[in-house]
């Protein structure tokens, strides 16, 4: 099954539907991947913080797929933020997940606290000129921090990577970035089971009528809005019924019925105010 890709405003594809691995223990990541790339994935999606780029990086390893097939995505934790610090991040992310280089290189949150952010920008900057990763992006940035990493700066980011989900559908943000030419990633795309999103009357309604789960009537809604999508799970069987969603389409009404669901719900933490 051939996954769409996005076009990034570096020259650069990326598939629209990857696999997730926050919060997946270390010690199971690498049967997870695997199962993950088994199934047909090739967009993983790891981070510093999350504790298990050896895991994916063993899984990529092991399942002899070639590394141009693949895109591979970690992120720089909110310690390392700075110059020094962020290129030496970088080398242990790649000496963990056994690559020379990742395919995008997030800044994982703004913490405008420290207001080290624009600083460590530049040195991802400096990253990517140093072969060290493709494509550069940030996550968890609101159209005002983009506004001020563009301003002072020569790189816009390629991609924006932030809660998303139907009852928090950030559209002022996905109107910013379009403006901008940066992609958008869905992360937390199924609500993390924080409110019943599935059970919301024009989700079941979609998955009754086109015979699939609300799950991936969720997901085909990620994907229709040109939004780049990685849900996570720990079973095969979900892993695979949630790479199973390219088998239909969401009507008009169908996705304006979903996009009513928007609350501007936030269930994780507010970037503006996260100090963790």
Do not use: C
């Not at 050896?54 to 399942?63: D, F, K, N, T």
């Not at 969401?250 to 719900?265: K, R, T």
């Amino acid at each position: 099954m051939s996954v769409p890709t996005i076009a990034l405003n570096d020259g650069f594809t990326i598939p629209q539907l990857g696999f997730g691995v926050f919060r997946v223990e270390p010690a199971e990541t690498e049967r997870i991947v695997s199962d993950a790339l088994e199934v047909g994935y090739r967009h993983i999606d790891t981070a510093a913080v999350y504790g298990n780029e050896v895991g994916v990086g063993r899984a990529i390893a092991a399942s002899g797929i070639p590394r141009n097939e693949l895109f591979i995505t970690t992120k720089l934790w909110n310690s390392d933020q700075g110059t020094q610090s962020a290129f030496d991040a970088i080398d242990l992310s790649l000496e963990k997940l056994g690559l020379e280089s990742v395919n995008l290189y997030l800044i994982h949150w703004p913490r405008p606290d420290l207001d080290r952010y624009v600083e460590t920008w530049h040195a991802l900057e400096q990253i990517k000129a140093d072969g060290k990763t493709a494509s550069i992006g940030v996550s968890n940035f609101t159209p005002a921090h983009l506004e001020r990493v563009i301003a002072e700066s020569d790189t816009v980011p390629a991609v924006d990577q932030v809660e998303l989900h139907p009852a928090f559908a950030q559209v002022p943000l996905r109107d910013y970035a379009r403006e901008h030419g940066i992609a958008v990633e869905s992360w937390g795309p199924l609500g993390q089971g924080k409110y019943d999103l599935f059970g919301m009357a024009p989700v079941v309604a979609a998955a009754a009528a086109h015979g699939v789960t609300p799950a991936q009537v969720v997901i085909r809604w990620h994907l229709q809005h040109g939004l780049i999508v990685f849900p996570k799970s720990n079973s095969r069987e979900r892993i695979a019924e949630n790479f199973d969603v390219f088998g239909f389409e969401l009507s008009a009404a169908e996705l304006a019925a979903i996009d009513g669901l928007d609350q501007g719900m936030r269930v994780g933490s507010d970037p503006d105010t996260s100090t963790f």
